[in-house]
């Protein structure tokens, strides 16, 4: 049986870490779900850490391997294999069609190999759009309808779904409808939809039906905060400021739609003396504390998510006895 495993929930939560232990054990490879680590040179503030040694795709026996690009690399954390990370520039577009694409080759790949997939992140749109797939996926961008709805305002994007399509408005929760790429998108597929453009499932088959899929919680709020309030001011002694200063000095625009990724486009006011330094560090916990509830808000929404709290004594070894009920079944 080809079994997926998945680590998900809220940031600075540990998935990662949780991640490479259970790979270790279950000789496992992880591929990332985190929609802000895939842009190269975006660093320090996605929070990468990434291993001094990137290494070349392996090639796998059997014809499906060599679907995946030559050139499609891995990093290794710990000797695990971690997939999923710098895969574009900056200024490139990587939807959840791109990942979901690049996700099913990849799982494919590690069943090849007779190892064990971990989907790791917290990027909750896409990790539900691999197991579920998406009637919109196949939609293609209309560029010329990007173009005048970047125009306008969160608010009046919103006004503008809600017209056209108060159903489709009903089902976004509080971070769709803040988020002005989804809110543009959703204008985007209801425009397509009316044109009669075709649309069908991207995933139209599930990858897999032996999935277990780990979610970490907390309902401690305060020292989660602390833990991402930590985190962030790790990340500006290690230089997130320079990053942001060699972008910007490359080329890379503060409209991009990787430099919407919490840290990044909150450092314009900075930058053109709007605000302060503590000011800026002040906004950029803040908008982590919000992508943080964002995400625990999506997350509760899916399906068949055993969760665990992440501050209870023994929790590690509680999962640990969970994932091996799950795995040594039909194995």
Same mark, same amino acid.
């Given at each position: 049986?080809? *079994? ?8 600075? !939560? ?17 591929? %990332?779900?985190?929609?802000?680590? &895939? ?12 291993? &001094? ?53 990849? +799982? ?8 064990? =997939? ?15 797939? @998406?009637?919109? +996926? *196949?939609? =293609? ?21 809600? *017209? ?10 509080? %971070? ?6 989804? /809110? $543009?998108?959703?204008?985007? +597929?209801?425009? %397509?939809?009316? /044109? ?10 599930? $990858? ?9 919680? !907390? ?33 890379? @625009?503060?409209?991009?739609? @990787? ?20 000011? !800026? ?28 709290? $992440? ?7 509680? $999962?640990?006895?969970? &994932? ?8």
């Amino acid at each position: 049986m080809k *079994k997926l495993l998945i680590v998900c929930g809220p940031t600075a !939560t540990g998935k990662t870490k949780l991640g490479i232990r259970l790979a270790k054990k279950y000789n496992g490879e992880i591929v %990332s779900a985190d929609s802000r680590q &895939v842009y190269k040179e975006m660093d320090i503030i996605t929070g990468k850490d990434l291993p &001094v040694k990137l290494q070349i795709h392996p090639p796998a026996n059997g014809s499906k391997a060599q679907s995946i690009k030559k050139n499609l690399n891995f990093y290794l954390f710990q000797n695990i294999p971690v997939w999923g990370l710098d895969l574009i520039t900056p200024d490139q577009e990587f939807s959840v069609a791109h990942f979901v694409k690049f996700a099913d080759k990849v +799982i494919n790949n590690i069943w090849e190999k007779g190892k064990l =997939p971990i989907i790791v992140g917290g990027s909750g749109f896409w990790i539900r759009t691999l197991l579920e797939g @998406s009637d919109s +996926i *196949k939609i =293609p961008p209309d560029w010329k309808l990007r173009k005048q709805l970047n125009k306008l305002s969160t608010k009046q994007l919103r006004e503008k779904l809600k *017209k056209l399509t108060p159903e489709r408005w009903e089902k976004m929760n509080r %971070s769709d409808r803040n988020n002005p790429r989804r /809110l $543009i998108r959703a204008i985007e +597929i209801n425009k %397509s939809q009316k /044109l009669k453009v075709k649309s069908q499932k991207f995933n139209s088959k599930p $990858i897999t039906k032996d999935i277990f899929i780990v979610g970490l919680k !907390t309902k401690d709020y305060k020292n989660l905060y602390q833990k991402i309030d930590k985190r962030v001011d790790k990340r500006i002694k290690k230089g997130a400021e320079k990053e942001i200063k060699d972008l910007i000095k490359q080329g890379y @625009s503060w409209d991009l739609p @990787s430099f919407s990724a919490s840290g990044y486009r909150l450092w314009k006011d900075y930058f053109e003396k709007r605000k302060n330094i503590k000011e !800026t560090i002040q906004s950029w916990k803040f908008s982590e504390h919000k992508l943080a509830r964002g995400q625990i808000v999506f997350f509760k929404k899916m399906k068949n998510i055993t969760w665990f709290d $992440i501050n209870q004594t023994g929790v590690v070894k509680r $999962i640990e006895k969970k &994932v091996r009920q799950w795995y040594s079944v039909n194995c």
